[in-house]
T-cell receptor, first 106, second 114 residues
Framework: GDSVTQMEGPVTLSEEAFLTINCTYT??????LFWYVQYPGEGLQLLLK?????DKGSNKGFEATYRKETTSFHLEKGSVQVSDSAVYFC?????FGAGTRLTVKP | EAGVAQSPRYKIIEKRQSVAFWCNPI?????LYWYQQILGQGPKLLIQ????????DSQLPKDRFSAERLKGVDSTLKIQPAKLEDSAVYLC????????????FGQGTRLTVV
């Protein structure tokens, strides 16, 4: 069935470093892809989404491109901040990956 | 607009007891999801409703878990009898269109089975 495989981490970066969190998927048809984020002590919230191949989702400096040829939806940010410390989840339609914990140190 | 409401926020029960969780989705959202999130893992989809019909319950342990969505609005998730491994956060989410639009999550119910 449809599923996502996500780089599990944890990931620790220094402030202003470049971030990539890998996500690959297996799917029939053309599902939507999402990145959700869970900040400490808060609920899950949508970070960005893409609904078809070659779409690029972006929000708060984060980007991810829906790549059908590589079945991937990797999350990237050029310069992370301490406030980006959270757990990030890749999701295909509404099925979630295992999550990647990101810690950004000043 | 009001968000997804869940209750209770916390629940502690003994194994073999029963427990129920309640969810009120965002008004107008036809799709409702229940998830189980065990500490350190991603949310696992238990059941998905479209209005008051079940779309996907393939990962629901039907021997002990049940869920219903009355009149296509509120929903309850029940566990009977509970096991130690059911300790987790139970999340409810709703969306306008299944699988395509943003899902909004409630704060969850943290269940501890002792």
């Amino acid at each position: 069935g449809d599923s996502v495989t996500q780089m599990e981490g944890p990931v620790t970066l220094s402030e202003e470093a470049f971030l990539t969190i890998n996500c690959t998927y297996t799917a029939t048809g053309y599902p939507s892809l999402f990145w959700y984020v869970q900040y400490p002590g808060e609920g899950l919230q949508l970070l960005l989404k893409a609904t078809k191949a070659d779409d690029k989702g972006s929000n708060k400096g984060f980007e991810a491109t829906y790549r059908k040829e590589t079945t991937s939806f990797h999350l990237e940010k050029g310069s992370v901040q301490v406030s980006d410390s959270a757990v990030y989840f890749c999701a295909l339609s509404m099925r979630f990956g295992a999550g990647t914990r990101l810690t950004v140190k000043p | 607009e009001a968000g997804v409401a869940q209750s209770p926020r916390y629940k502690i029960i003994e194994k073999r007891q029963s427990v129920a969780f309640w969810c009120n989705p965002i008004s107008g959202h036809a799709t409702l999801y229940w998830y189980q999130q065990i500490l350190g893992q991603g949310p696992k989809l238990l059941i998905q409703f479209q209005n008051n019909g079940v779309v996907d319950d393939s990962q629901l342990p039907k021997d002990r878990f049940s869920a219903e969505r009355l009149k296509g609005v509120d929903s309850t998730l029940k566990i009977q009898p509970a096991k130690l491994e059911d300790s987790a956060v139970y999340l409810c989410a709703s969306s306008l269109v299944q699988g395509r639009t943003e899902a909004f999550f409630g704060q969850g119910t943290r269940l501890t089975v002792v």
